[in-house]
């Protein structure tokens, strides 16, 4: 079984600042894909970046960009020059490479505030 | 326009009752989900369907019953509810069958609260 870790239940950084989320996880698999999704006080779930295991290059959106880890199952989150509505929780989520009808394992997820 | 959408966003009900909530998407997908968030905003996967027929199914209390009447919705109804059924129930769907890495959008979320 997968496991994902968000060690910090908690962060805060100040606006236009730089910060990092980290999140590890456990698994035998080789091929896999691994996501941060954002909810903000809305509630509502949304995907913020995703990397495929087999690509070695860190996927980037914008401000957002991850450092990927394979071996060390590392995949933290970066978020340049932080905005007031960062804001959110933000979850890591791992899912395996082999059609498994979508089905995600999730962290615990991490609060970001973002500070004015 | 919504493409993912949930009724109702709050249910506030007593234990023992029955309740449903609704999840339609108009994102033309093949595949849907349920996942329950709980207290500690831990957040896992209960159903999925692909097509109108059940692919996932969690360990999940049998008083937990899906029901997808077309691949655009896919409704969640609960029997004798609990007070650990407490929870924010999320669906989502993916465009085909929740195949590698496919990506899932998610509604707004449904908070449950059973007193």
């Known amino acids: 079984a997968q496991t994902v870790t968000q060690s910090q239940p908690e962060m805060s950084v100040q606006e236009a600042e730089t910060v990092t989320l980290s999140c590890t996880y456990d698994?035998?698999?080789?091929?896999?894909?691994l996501f941060w999704y954002k909810q903000p006080p809305s509630r509502q779930m949304i995907l913020v970046i995703r990397?495929?295991?087999?690509?070695?290059q860190n996927a980037t959106e914008n401000r957002f960009s991850v450092n990927f880890q394979k071996a060390a199952k590392s995949f933290s989150l970066k978020i340049s020059d932080s905005q007031l509505g960062d804001t959110a929780m933000y979850f890591c989520?791992?899912?395996?490479?082999?059609?498994?009808?979508?089905?995600?394992?999730f962290g615990d997820g991490t609060t970001l505030t973002v500070k004015p | 326009d919504t493409a993912v959408s949930q009724t109702p966003k709050y249910l506030v009900t007593q234990m023992g009752n029955d309740k449903s909530i609704k999840c339609e998407q108009n994102?033309?997908?093949?595949?849907m989900y349920w996942y329950k968030q709980d207290s500690k905003k831990f957040l896992k996967i209960m159903f999925s369907?692909?097509?109108?027929?059940?692919?996932i199914n969690e360990t999940v209390p049998n008083r937990f019953s899906p029901k997808s009447p077309d691949k655009a919705h896919l409704n969640l109804h609960i029997n004798s509810l609990e007070l650990g059924d407490s929870a924010v129930y999320f669906c989502?769907?993916?465009?085909?069958?929740?195949?590698?890495?496919?990506?899932?959008?998610f509604g707004p979320g449904t908070r449950l609260l059973v007193l």
């Open positions: 989502a769907s993916s465009l085909t069958s929740g195949g590698p890495g496919e990506t899932q959008y």
């Open positions: 698994t035998s698999e080789n091929n896999y894909y």
């Open positions: 990397q495929e295991a087999y690509k070695q």
């Open positions: 989520a791992f899912m395996k490479g082999q059609s498994n009808a979508g089905k995600s394992t």
């Open positions: 994102l033309g997908h093949d595949t």
């Open positions: 369907y692909n097509n109108k027929e059940l692919i």
